[in-house]
């Protein structure tokens, strides 16, 4: 079994930045791609960014540009900069890790999520 944790999250301005980490208890990056999402209230969850086995990243039009998603193998970590962060960025985002398969992505594992709030 799998465990992710995330950390980072916290208050911040708009305009402000924050990293999120997300701490995989094995090292499985050579394997799975590693997602982030978020869930603002009221609202379904989304995809954020994605960073593949093969570290190809893709973003959503609505943090491109913004975001940045990473990982560190020695470390069994993911990262998720964020800067620019708008009012709108404000979630509880969570760490996911996958598989391809077939063409579609089967998500394996969820971190418990960590509280992002961008307010004035």
């Known amino acids: 079994q799998v465990q992710l944790v995330e950390s980072g999250g916290g208050l911040v301005q708009p305009g402000g930045s924050l990293r999120l980490s997300c701490a995989a208890s094995?090292?499985?990056?050579?394997?799975?791609?590693m997602r982030w999402y978020r869930q603002a209230p009221g609202k379904q969850r989304e995809l954020v960014a994605t960073?593949?086995?093969?570290?190809?990243?893709n973003y959503a039009d609505s943090v491109k540009g913004r975001f940045t998603i990473s990982r560190e193998n020695a470390k069994n970590t993911v990262y998720l900069l964020m800067n620019s962060l708008k009012l709108e960025d404000t979630a509880v985002y969570y760490c996911?890790?996958?598989?391809?398969?077939?063409?579609?992505?089967?998500?394996?594992?969820w971190g418990q999520g960590t509280q992002v709030t961008v307010s004035s």
């Open positions: 996911n890790a996958g598989l391809n398969v077939a063409g579609a992505y089967v998500s394996k594992y």
């Open positions: 960073i593949s086995s093969g570290a190809t990243t």
């Open positions: 094995v090292n499985i990056f050579n394997i799975y791609t």
